[in-house]
Each structure stands twice: as C-alpha cells, then as structure tokens.
T-cell receptor, first 109, second 112 residues
Framework: RKEVEQDPGPFNVPEGATVAFNCTYSNSASQSFFWYRQDCRKEPKLLMSVYSSGNEDGRFTAQLNRASQYISLLIRDSKLSDSATYLCVVTSGGFKTIFGAGTRLFVKA | TAGITQAPTSQILAAGRSMTLRCTQDMRHNAMYWYRQDLGLGLRLIHYSNTAGTTGKGEVPDGYSVSRANTDDFPLTLASAVPSQTSVYFC???????????FGPGTRLTVL
C-alpha cells in the first residue's frame, strides 16, 4: 500500500463547477499536510497548507480528517486556469515528505 | 530572488556516460532534496541533505550520488547512465523540517 494515495483522475469538469479531491495517508503519525499544484512540464508549487481546523483560500478549501487519515481539497467555481495536477503531500517527522502521484483536473469551457 | 535554479534544462545522454545535474538555492535553506518524476509514479526521493556536510538516501538512490559541500549547492551525479534513468529531475529545498518545499524548474534527462 502506498503511503499517500490519490485518485489519478482525470476529473473533467465545466467552468463554474465545484470539484473535490481526496487523499488518504497510511502513517497515523503524519504531522503536516499540503496541497501542491503542478502545471504540465513545470515544477510543483504550494497551493495551500492543510490545518486541523480546515482552512480556506478564496475558492479553495482544504480539510484534514485525522481519524480517517485523509485530506481533501474543494475547488469552487472552477476556472479554466485551475486545470493542472494536484499533489497531496504529507510529512512524517523530521524531513520525511511523501508526495502523492497527483490528481489531474481539466476544466472545460 | 532566484530561489532554486537547476542546470541543464534538458539533456540527451548516451548510456554509460556520466553526468552531473546542478542545483543551487539562494534562500539559505538547510535541507535540500533530489526527486525524479515519472508518469504515473509521482515524485520519488533520490537523495536528501538535511544540512551542509550531510546526505542521506531516499527511496530510489541506486545509480545516483550527491554531495553537499555548502548550503547553496546540491549536485546530483549519475556515474554511468542507464535508459531507466530517463526522467524529469527536480531539486527542492526547505528551511524547516516538515515545512513547505520549494522546487527548481527541473531537468529533463533522456538516456539513450
């Protein structure tokens, strides 16, 4: 079993739609959680950190469920520019960081 | 601020040849990482360095070596390249354990 698992997609949604991604992790001692965005042939970049109480940044909402060991990302009012691969990232003490394989999103006009 | 730079941007290499991928950061981050990214497999850690003078093996270290002579530079060397090392290589750094990683633009390597 992979330490961090994501549905690879692709998710194909129309502009304006709401879309949600989930990510599960296996290490119950995991400490920090992030969502990164990666555009085609580019480097990953931080989208947002995920806090225990949940957090929102504009159209993006991230949530953490420690009991079930998953994090989620909700994108409201999808834009064409949201098309990308979204990587779930989990750290487990020290400098150990595990990246999920990513979920691909295509937003269509 | 440049952040993290990598060189070269891309390279075609004959099998059996050696090559060093360069990575330099100007953020004074303690930790640096090398990943490879292959379709469907996501980012896999090759080697890391928690601080200058120390290095460690990641998930897929075989065929690669690194050094960390100073804070800013973290070169990755392929001593004798094989076709399975064809990949996109990303260098990253972070200032805090478990913190946000910042990535370089990547090096696309093709080994023929």
């Amino acid at each position: 079993r992979k330490e961090v698992e994501q549905d690879p997609g692709p998710f194909n949604v129309p502009e304006g739609a709401t879309v949600a991604f989930n990510c599960t992790y296996s290490n119950s001692a995991s400490q920090s959680f992030f969502w990164y965005r990666q555009d085609c042939r580019k480097e990953p970049k931080l989208l947002m950190s995920v806090y225990s109480s949940g957090n929102e940044d504009g159209r993006f909402t991230a949530q953490l469920n420690r009991a079930s060991q998953y994090i989620s990302l909700l994108i409201r009012d999808s834009k064409l520019s949201d098309s990308a691969t979204y990587l779930c990232v989990v750290t487990s003490g020290g400098f150990k960081t595990i990246f999920g394989a990513g979920t691909r999103l295509f937003v269509k006009a | 601020t440049a952040g993290i730079t990598q060189a070269p941007t891309s390279q075609i290499l004959a099998a059996g040849r050696s090559m060093t991928l360069r990575c330099t950061q100007d953020m004074r981050h303690n930790a640096m990482y090398w990943y490879r990214q292959d379709l469907g497999l996501g980012l896999r850690l090759i080697h890391y360095s928690n601080t200058a003078g120390t290095t460690g093996k990641g998930e897929v270290p075989d065929g690669y070596s690194v050094s960390r002579a100073n804070t800013d530079d973290f070169p990755l060397t392929l001593a004798s390249a094989v076709p399975s090392q064809t990949s996109v290589y990303f260098c990253a750094s972070t200032s805090l354990a478990g913190g946000v990683q910042f990535f370089g633009p990547g090096t696309r390597l093709t080994v023929l």
